[in-house]
């Protein structure tokens, strides 16, 4: 321990980089997911070449090393599970530059999505990728995770803003991919490869995003139900009638009620679920959209449809959905929460299965999330010291894998595979699916050094929210 803190200190000179403190250590122990791990030491670097030396040091000594941006991920993702080193790469937030011309941003790895829209929405320009967590998740985690938010049904998620990435490889060369252009075939698409791996093939050092004009105009519409399976239909129909709005999200019956109890907003708590829904673009077309939807949802037994009169109005109302996941823990302390993603023709029947999981476990399940493009968030409260409780809830989660993937989806469509969801790799990829993924960790990361122990399950690892 001590030679590797010298070693490291030669990397990083400067010594308040390098942490070793009991205190310290503890503070990049865990993530917003379970389990709690200690790292050996924790390095703070701000430069493409401190990374790169402090890489080449773990392989040459085959020590881990742990990508971390902000810790948090819902998947286990930054958890030192080998002890090692843990690399917070969330003080390096120097660059942010806005290229106009080429409608553009370059940007260092502890930079927020937040931050970077507010820089762009400076020139008439937005980058959409939004997720929940963007004021305060860097980009390097966003790009690990792939994450998204309620804007990626129109706008796609964080891998359709990057086309170039610079990142330092487990051996510590540096390498860069893709570049400034909207075109580039040179190759295979190294760049889409990094992002989504999790940090376990490369640390991203500097990342290349496009930008987007500012929409014209902006409308917020709420829609209430009183049944559930009625919103996922309306879901449904709003998109096959061809209008795809910039965000559309549900909240049922019980996270209405947690918000309205944690910080009232003036919701409705007498339904069974409403759906939020952003209209933007053209003033005019969004008017012509406004009717269709209305129409759409009335068909599908909407007890009423609203359309926010004021911004100030419609911004209470996403604030409201922001609220769910803090006021869903004020019920019970624990929360588990998954992504599971479906077609978007499957969403009534997603609801449906949830409805009789639900039942079958005698589980508390709060659903919400980004039901226009079937990633939904069903979320369950419990209390971690009820081990009775657990192990329903153990069971409910894989069978909501499970009902996921019959019903054509995936087990993550945002929050990654970490620890927590790697036994049911093979379920949804086959072992061959596996197989060839592990190749591709072998070949780029031939010591096991980049963030082991992650996406690929241990020999019998079984999922387990307990510690028996
Ligand atoms: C309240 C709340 C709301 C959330 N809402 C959303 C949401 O709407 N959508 C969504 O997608 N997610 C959401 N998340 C999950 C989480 O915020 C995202 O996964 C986020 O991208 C993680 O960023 P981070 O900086 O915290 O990364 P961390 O949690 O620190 O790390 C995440 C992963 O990225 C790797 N990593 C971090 N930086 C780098 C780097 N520079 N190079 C290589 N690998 C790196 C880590 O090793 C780890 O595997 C939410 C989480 C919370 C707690």
């Known amino acids: 321990m001590e030679q590797l803190h010298e070693l490291l200190q030669q990397v990083i000179p400067d010594g308040e980089r390098v942490l070793t403190e009991k205190a310290d250590l503890a503070s990049y122990s865990y ?12 390095v703070q670097p701000l430069s493409t070449c401190e990374v790169a030396e402090i890489l080449k ?13 902000q810790g948090t991920s819902l998947s286990g993702g930054p958890l030192p599970v080998r002890g090692g080193i843990v690399m917070d790469l969330s003080q390096w937030t120097s660059k942010l530059e806005i290229d106009t011309e080429n409608m553009l941003a370059v940007v260092s790895p502890g930079v927020t999505a937040q931050a970077i829209n507010n820089a762009a929405l400076v020139h008439g320009l937005i980058y959409p990728p939004d997720p929940s967590s963007m004021n305060i998740a860097t980009i390097g985690g966003n790009l690990a995770e792939n994450s998204g938010g309620p804007k990626g049904l129109k706008y796609g998620v964080t891998k359709d ?13 540096v390498i860069h991919t893709g570049g400034k252009t909207m075109k580039n075939v040179t190759g295979y698409d190294l760049t889409k490869l990094i992002v989504g791996s999790e940090g376990t093939l490369g640390i991203i050092t500097e990342a290349i995003l496009r930008l987007y004009p500012k929409p014209q105009a902006t409308e917020t519409l709420m829609a209430l139900f009183d049944d559930i399976i009625d919103a996922g239909r309306a879901i449904s129909n709003i998109l096959s009638a061809g209008i795809i709005p910039a965000k559309l999200e549900i909240m049922d019956k019980a996270s209405v009620e947690a918000v309205e109890a944690y910080r009232p907003t003036g919701l409705p708590t007498n339904i069974d679920a409403l759906i939020l829904i952003e ?9 012509d959209e406004i009717k269709r939807v209305n129409d759409v949802c009335l068909q599908e037994k909407a007890r009423s449809v ?13 604030l409201a959905r922001k609220l769910v996941s803090p006021a869903i823990v004020r019920v019970k302390p624990t929360k588990i929460s998954e992504d599971a993603t479906v077609p978007r023709s499957k969403i009534p029947d997603m609801f449906q299965r949830l409805k009789e999981i639900k039942q ?3 589980i508390d399940l709060v659903v919400f999330g980004h039901a226009g493009d079937g990633n939904l968030h069903p979320n369950i409260i419990a209390d971690e010291r009820d081990t009775e409780e657990m192990k329903r809830v153990e069971q409910a ?4 894998f499970q009902a996921a993937i019959e019903l054509g989806g995936t087990l993550s469509g945002e929050h990654g595979i970490g620890t927590l969801k790697a036994p049911f790799m093979e379920m949804e990829l086959g072992a061959v699916g596996v197989d060839m993924m592990k190749r591709i960790k072998q070949a780029w990361d031939p010591n096991d050094i980049l963030n082991p122990g992650k996406i690929f399950p241990e020999p019998n690892q079984r999922f387990v929210l307990t510690n028996d």
């Open 161 to 173: 803003y990057v086309i170039g990435l610079e990142v330092v490889t487990p051996e510590g060369e």
């Open 306 to 318: 609203q359309i926010a009169k004021t911004a100030e109005e419609a911004a209470q109302l996403w």
């Open 279 to 287: 209209l933007d673009g053209h003033p005019e077309a969004i008017k």
């Open 31 to 42: 993530d917003a997911s379970f389990g709690v791990y200690m790292p050996e030491v924790v």
């Open 57 to 69: 040091l773990a392989n040459k000594h085959k020590i881990p090393v742990y990508p971390r941006g």
């Open 397 to 400: 989660v894989e069978e909501i």
């Open 360 to 362: 079958k476990y005698n």
